[in-house]
């Protein structure tokens, strides 16, 4: 008898951020920021609220190709300038809710490392084998890998050119 065990793929990304850790700890929490980069852009954005607390909310609605995406979570861990601990999820898409963990810490003054951990439950089909369930992880892994590769590409050209107007 096959298996037909879900199983969670984990991201691991880290970053060094020309920035301190309370200004990047900020740029995830409130709206005005998140807009810029999180999830969305400025031209697509429709809506960010975010009620930074433990057990606090988000919800992003973010417009492309005429389609509406809805992108929400629960803060579950709250630290400043040090971790964020967050529940995502796409209804439209999954009932699952993914989970990112963020660490922040300062190696040297003014830079700041990013420490990115996310997790996401990829379902296993019945008809799969282990070698297509094992590619369908991967696939995920490395096409959702890239995708954050290229937010956070937008979290640091925001952050530095904020950076570059307080000097």
């Known amino acids: 008898m096959q ?3 879900s199983e969670w793929v984990e991201i691991h990304i880290v970053r060094l951020m020309k920035t301190t850790p309370s200004r990047l700890y900020q740029a995830w929490l409130d709206p005005e920021q998140l807009r810029l980069w999180f999830m969305t852009s400025q031209r697509t954005n ?3 609220r975010s009620d930074a607390v433990e057990g ?5 609605i973010d417009m492309r190709n005429n389609k509406e995406r809805r992108i929400i979570g629960t803060y579950e861990s709250l ?3 040090t971790e964020i601990v967050k529940t995502i999820q796409m209804p439209e898409l999954s009932e699952d809710a993914d989970q990112i963990e963020v660490y922040f810490e300062e190696r040297s003054p003014g830079i700041t490392e990013m ?5 996401s439950l990829v379902r296993r089909e019945r008809r799969l084998k282990n070698l297509e369930y094992k590619q369908k992880k991967k696939e995920y892994h490395d096409h959702t890998a890239h995708g954050l590769e290229l937010m956070f590409d937008q979290l640091q050209n925001y952050i530095e050119s904020e950076e570059a107007e307080l000097e």
């Open 3 to 5: 298996q037909t065990q």
């Open 46 to 48: 429709k809506l960010v």
């Open 56 to 60: 606090g909310h988000y919800e992003i």
């Open 79 to 81: 630290v400043p300038d």
């Open 115 to 119: 420490t990115f951990t996310y997790r």
